[in-house]
T-cell receptor, first 112, second 113 residues
Framework: TQLLEQSPQFLSIQEGENLTVYCNSS?????LQWYRQEPGEGPVLLVT?????EVKKLKRLTFQFGDARKDSSLHITAAQPGDTGLYLC????????????FGKGTSLLVTP | NAGVTQTPKFRVLKTGQSMTLLCAQD?????MYWYRQDPGMGLRLIHY???????AKGEVPDGYNVSRLKKQNFLLGLESAAPSQTSVYFC????????????FGSGTRLTVV
């Protein structure tokens, strides 16, 4: 059972376009993180959100944690080829655990 | 540079052979994890450790063993490799288990033939 569902699975856009990636669950998370992974490398942490309704900005990337702490979104403004990669959301369940549960990822390709 | 180092980066094994993957971190992190990443399956937790001398099973532990004899090292062993264990293996570490992000290694690509 996949705790975190990401959509879309694949996204191919042109430089300058905006996009939103979604991460949804029926479970409540104490915190949620977004990572970006490039081919041949491990995921790299972009942001952690912990409060329902929280919005964080990282340059052209905007992250939002849902009010009920069950979902999150990543919005990229004016995408650039350097944004190309696999975007993963990961959450830590409220009622347990030490380890993160990962979504399957959204593969983003930004062409010039 | 501080971080997580995995060795080897690539390995080809024959079915039935054994091997150990080594993960070392120099950030004094308490928590360490082993994940495998497969196409269409995402990252799945194999085993993890919340401190030196402790280990616990994750989502897909069968066929793997781990040890954490030193705080900075986390070893993943395959006793008798199977083709189903062909995957990319990632080690990660974190300062604690609550709200802290993971630092990942660059992965080990393992092929079992």
């Amino acid at each position: 059972t996949q705790l975190l569902e990401q959509s879309p699975q694949f996204l191919s856009i042109q430089e300058g376009e905006n996009l939103t990636v979604y991460c949804n669950s029926s479970s409540v998370f104490s915190s949620l993180q977004w990572y970006r992974q490039e081919p041949g490398e491990g995921p790299v942490l972009l942001v952690t959100v912990v409060t329902g309704g929280e919005v964080k900005k990282l340059k052209r990337l905007t992250f939002q944690f849902g009010d009920a702490r069950k979902d999150s979104s990543l919005h990229i403004t004016a995408a650039q080829p350097g944004d190309t990669g696999l975007y993963l959301c990961a959450g830590r369940l409220s009622n347990s655990g030490y380890a993160l549960n990962f979504g399957k990822g959204t593969s983003l390709l930004v062409t010039p | 540079n501080a971080g997580v180092t995995q060795t080897p980066k690539f390995r080809v094994l024959k079915t039935g052979q054994s091997m150990t993957l080594l993960c070392a971190q120099d950030m004094n992190h308490e928590y360490m994890y082993w994940y495998r990443q497969d196409p269409g399956m995402g990252l799945r937790l194999i085993h993890y450790s919340v401190g030196e001398g402790t280990t616990a099973k994750g989502e897909v532990p069968d066929g793997y063993n781990v040890s954490r004899l030193k705080k900075q090292n986390f070893l993943l062993g395959l006793e008798s490799a199977a083709p189903s264990q062909t995957s990319v293996y990632f080690c990660a570490s974190s300062y604690s288990g609550h709200g802290n992000g993971y630092t990942f290694g660059s992965g080990t690509r393992l092929t079992v033939v």
